[in-house]
């Protein structure tokens, strides 16, 4: 037992022993593996030291030549502004030398100028005195005065002037009586054949109607006072005959044929026909005929398109409605006149609005205020200069007749559409044929049945049908327009076209009493 005891603590004390030096050498071989861990630990924080200081090295650098490229490029920027400073100065400073030379130079030549006037100034005194003593001597040579000499010299200017005028007015009455039977002659013969006695009647004279023979009486009044104080004051002669219940207007101005008209009419309403009345109703249509005129022309002017018109002309243009020539009314000729000329320039690539305006006023000196010789085309030149109109659309008035010489595109034009306006079939009196196709498109119109009205308008270009309601219907309309375009071109020569139109309608009329 004892050994058994002594055995085990043998083992016991070779186990405690055995585990010291495990113990002791496991703790040699932690301490090595610490010293070499820390070893390498301080290796890698020098190796990254080393390569945090290379980093900072670099950026260092980098950041260096960054800013020294910056300090280097405004240093270059502020040398270049000086270099352009120093320049600016130096021009300066040049044109300053250069402003002090002129200055001097102006002051030197201010001086000599000076000198030369003072030395003129000098000169003309002592020409002024030997003048004066030349002048004295002369008159004492002379035996007359300055002023005398002058009234002497005048008066044989006078009296050898007056007798060359005498010479040369008596050449030239007698050069002018040499060619004066041949030029009344042709002034005459000219003035005959633009003239016919039925044109002459139709706008001279105007027929105004009466309810009955008692106002012709009124109209005389006593002793023929009220007669007198009408042509006075319209300056319209009245003529009273035996025709029933008619007068006649005569005066060759239609503006004044219209006040009379407009103020007969206005006193045989009004019943009060006395010399005073009679003065203050002329005085009245008067105003109202002139508005009526300038609203006629300011009317055609914006219906035309028409701009920036002078206002005198405008009243000029409205005048043309109370005008005619040739018996066809002025003012449609001309608007009529302007819009072909308007056309005309279009397709020639001309100034439309210039072609218009030559065409409206080319016959504008046909309404001149007063009675004037001229003619008509240079009358209306010299208005349309007057109140600055074009160039172009001057000459194309005054060049219309061959008066002057056409120095415009634009003149021929308006040659060409006025004699268009005025030459077409019935636009002036005196075509009796073109009456007589009128009459035979109407009666051919009236010859069927149920027409009740037939009227040839524009012209003879429209045929215009009125058909009663109660004794037609819509197909017989149909059928006559059918039928009478047929026959017109079939049996009738007429230019261009014509236009059938048959109305049919149906009235009612009511009575209240």
């Not at 007068?247 to 309403?269: G, W």
Request: glycine letters at 6%; a neutral charge.
């Amino acid at each position: 037992m004892d050994i058994i005891v002594f055995i085990l603590a043998g083992l016991i004390a070779g186990l405690g022993l055995g585990y010291v030096v495990f113990v002791t050498a496991r703790k040699n071989q932690l301490d090595s593996e610490k010293a070499r861990i820390l070893e390498e630990a301080k290796s890698q924080g020098e190796n990254l030291k080393k390569d945090r200081i290379l980093e900072a090295k670099e950026k260092y650098m980098q950041l260096r030549s960054e800013y020294e490229k910056e300090v280097n490029k405004r240093n270059q920027e502020i040398s270049n502004s000086e270099n352009r400073i120093r320049q600016k100065e130096q021009s300066l400073d040049d044109k300053l030398k250069n402003f002090k030379q002129k200055e001097d130079e102006l002051t030197s030549k201010q001086q000599r100028l000076d000198a030369q006037v003072e030395s003129y100034k000098n000169k003309e005194k002592e020409l002024n005195s030997l003048r004066d003593q030349q002048l004295s001597k002369l008159e004492a040579i002379a035996g007359l005065t300055q002023q005398d000499a002058k009234e002497q010299m005048l008066e044989a200017i006078k009296a050898k002037s007056h007798t060359e005028g005498l010479t040369m007015a008596k050449t030239i009455i007698e050069e002018a009586k040499l060619g004066a039977t041949r030029e009344a002659k042709r002034i005459v013969l000219q003035t005959i054949q633009r003239t016919a006695a039925e044109l002459a009647i139709d706008n001279t004279v105007t027929a105004f109607p009466l309810e009955s023979d008692d106002v012709k009486g009124r109209i005389i009044g006593r002793e023929g006072r009220n007669i007198k104080a009408f042509e006075a004051a319209t300056g319209v002669e009245i003529l009273i005959d035996d025709t029933p219940e008619t007068i006649v207007l005569s005066c060759y101005d239609p503006i004044r044929r219209e006040v009379a008209r407009v103020s007969l009419e206005r006193l045989i309403r009004d019943g009060r026909i006395h010399p005073a009345r009679i003065e203050e109703v002329v005085e009245k249509t008067r105003k109202q005929i002139e508005e009526e005129v300038i609203e006629w022309g300011e009317r055609t002017v914006v219906d035309l398109g028409i701009t920036g018109l002078h206002p005198e002309l405008i009243r000029y243009v409205g005048r043309m409605r109370f005008r005619s020539s040739y018996g066809q009314n002025l003012l449609k000729h001309s608007r009529e006149v302007a819009r072909l000329c308007a056309t005309m320039a279009a397709e020639m690539g001309l100034n439309v609005k210039l072609a218009k305006r030559a065409g409206l006023l080319h016959d504008i000196g046909k309404c001149p205020d007063n009675d004037e010789e001229t003619p008509h085309a240079l009358l209306g030149m010299k208005l349309c200069e007057k109140f600055g109109e074009h160039p172009e659309v001057c000459n194309a008035v005054g060049a219309h007749h061959d008066e002057i010489e056409m120095t415009s595109l634009l003149s021929p034009i308006i040659q060409a559409c006025d004699a268009i306006s005025g030459s077409r079939p019935g636009a002036r009196r005196g075509d009796e044929q073109y009456v007589e196709r009128i009459k035979e498109m109407e009666n051919m119109a009236l010859s069927y049945p149920g027409v009740e009205k037939a009227y040839a308008i524009q012209a003879g270009r429209e045929l215009r049908i009125i058909m009663g309601a109660e004794k037609t219907n819509d197909e017989q309309a149909d059928v006559l327009a059918f039928e009478l375009s047929n026959r017109i071109m079939t049996e009738m020569r007429y230019p261009g076209q014509v236009k059938i139109t048959v109305i049919r309608e149906k009235r009612a009329v009511g009575v209240a009493k």
